[in-house]
């Protein structure tokens, strides 16, 4: 079992900046690939970001390619989201997720089995 728990959220402008960060417990941090996703107001949850367990690969959703960075710190058990040059529309609930199996796409929400209770951001215009 594998329990995250994510923070940092909170309100800010345009053009702003929030780090979140995902604290992980219960299995080998190490051993899983985590990941971030959100969904906005009436919108379906779409993938953000996934780092691989090593932390050297990582993916992007074009829509945040160049202002997000997503980091691991193994040693803490830590995954975080820095999200710069925000804009309205990243407004959204924010969830970390892990992947224990590694057996499907990095892109996919089906390919998490853990879940955090998610971080509400809002970035106002």
């Known amino acids: 079992q594998v329990q995250l728990v994510e923070s940092g959220g909170g309100l800010v402008q345009a053009g702003g900046s929030l780090r979140l960060s995902c604290a992980a417990s219960?299995?080998?941090?190490?051993?899983?690939?985590m990941g971030w996703f959100r969904r906005g107001p009436g919108k379906e949850r779409e993938f953000v970001a996934t780092?691989?367990?090593?932390?050297?690969?990582?993916y992007y959703a074009d829509s945040v390619k160049g202002r997000f960075t997503i980091s691991r710190d193994n040693a803490k058990n830590t995954v975080s989201l820095q999200m710069n040059e925000l804009k309205p529309e990243d407004t959204a609930v924010y969830y970390c997720?892990?992947?224990?199996?590694?057996?499907?796409?990095?892109?996919?929400?089906?390919?998490?089995?853990?879940w955090g209770q998610g971080t509400q951001v809002t970035v106002s215009s």
């Open positions: 780092i691989r367990r090593s932390g050297s690969i990582t």
């Open positions: 219960g299995r080998t941090f190490s051993s899983y690939a």
């Open positions: 997720a892990a992947d224990a199996d590694y057996s499907g796409s990095p892109y996919s929400a089906g390919s998490y089995g853990y």
